[in-house]
């Protein structure tokens, strides 16, 4: 995989099956009903109990809301991808106007993940990647992967390689 800044935005090429079927599924995990995600996108936050109804009664429909746009539109973005010629990997733009919302969307998409998969922070460190499940360690890889994507958005590229090409290890690996 490889990213690059254009005019229009960032292009991200050569992105596997698995990349795409990660990306395809972003969406459907920032919409998911599943109690573990919701109440990790939404956690409680108040201390009083009248405070908490008043903030689920009043703000939680809007970031409900923000929530569904994001994923309208990270869905929209991910009809556009395109094969590249002579491959079976594909090419994604994300425009700048698109940026913000393909962050955040990213951003509760690893949550979501995390939650789903009842992963602690001790599966995030490399020693407990290991100790977790397959399924667990499927999902780390795909919460590595759109950090990746997460950080190329944000400006914060990976340093090329020895060929002068952007490096970005392959975050899928064997999880076909």
Sequence with gaps: MWAGRVDEGFVFGDLTEEVVQTLR?????IESSDE???????PETC???????HWREHAVPELERLFLSRATLVR????????LP?????VLLVTHQHVNAWVAALNAARLALFALNDLTAEHMETEGFSGASAKQQ????????LAELQAVLLGDFEAPDDDGEPFFPDPVGDYD
Aim: aromatic share 2%; charged share 40%.
């Design 138 to 145: 499927e999902a780390i890889v795909r919460i590595s992967l």
């Design 36 to 42: 573990r995600v919701r109440s990790r996108l939404l």
């Design 47 to 53: 201390a009083e109990q009248q405070d908490e109804e």
């Design 86 to 90: 002579k491959s079976e990997n594909y």
């Design 76 to 83: 929209r973005d991910l009809e556009l991808l395109r094969k």
């Design 25 to 29: 599924g972003v969406p459907m995990l």
